[in-house]
């Protein structure tokens, strides 16, 4: 049964520092894996999705990477900015399905 | 282009009472997914349907929970009795054939007191 985890679940950070989001996951039959932004009373907004045959994926000021074979993902953030304060979700998509499998994650707060 | 929409966004109610809650996809999407969300969770899928047929409702308390998409667009999921655990956020999304390009809509918030 596929499990994933991310870790912090919290994290605090001045206004321009470069952070790193990790999420792991048990079971690398993956067929991608998306990285979401949730704020608060709000749906879920794609940020990057990458496929099992990639390594990583950049979209401004974001980067993800995949390592498949470890079962690991990061989300780097650089120069984050107070707007960037929101939940973070990983998730992975299995080869046979369509349902996403989401970890808890990570509660993000950029302080000016 | 419209998102999903759902509604109510906020509910109330009393445990053992029913709630239903709508959801209105994206046009042309085939796929249609409603989501639980708890507090301090991630979202976990309830049941996808592909068209007007259920995929998967593995996860489905179907002994409280039910769920119609009638037609292969509008969907709504309802909850009768409710109990306090079923507290959380909905989430409906829904995708176009091949599961790529998730939209999600602002879900409902339930509380059961």
């Known amino acids: 049964k596929q499990e994933v985890t991310q870790i912090p679940a919290a994290l605090s950070v001045p206004e321009g520092e470069n952070l790193v989001l990790n999420c792991s996951f048990t079971d690398s039959a993956i067929y991608n894996l998306q990285w979401f932004r949730q704020d608060p009373g709000k749906g879920l907004t794609s940020l990057l999705l990458?496929?099992?045959?990639?390594r990583e994926q950049t979209s401004g000021r974001l980067n993800a990477s995949l390592d498949k074979s470890s079962g690991r993902s990061t989300l780097y953030i650089a120069a984050s900015q107070p707007g960037d304060s929101a939940t973070y979700l990983c998730a992975v998509r299995m080869d046979s399905s369509y349902k996403l499998i989401f970890g808890s994650g990570t509660r993000l707060l950029v302080r000016p | 282009e419209a998102g999903v929409a759902q509604s109510p966004r906020y509910k109330i109610i009393e445990k053992r009472q029913s709630v239903a809650f709508w959801c209105n996809p994206i046009?042309?999407?085939?796929?249609l997914y409603w989501y639980q969300q708890i507090l301090g969770q991630g979202p976990k899928l309830l049941i996808q349907?592909?068209?007007?047929?259920?995929?998967?409702d593995s996860q489905l308390p179907k002994d409280r929970f039910s769920a119609e998409r009638l037609k292969g667009v509008d969907s709504t999921l309802k909850i009768q009795p409710a109990k306090l655990e079923d507290s959380a956020v909905y989430l409906c999304?829904?995708?176009?054939?091949?599961?790529?390009?998730?939209?999600f809509g602002s879900g409902t918030r339930l509380t059961v007191v």
């Open positions: 990458i496929q099992s045959s990639q």
């Open positions: 349907f592909q068209n007007n047929g259920v995929v998967d």
């Open positions: 999304a829904s995708s176009p054939l091949g599961g790529q390009g998730y939209t």
């Open positions: 046009s042309g999407h085939a796929t």
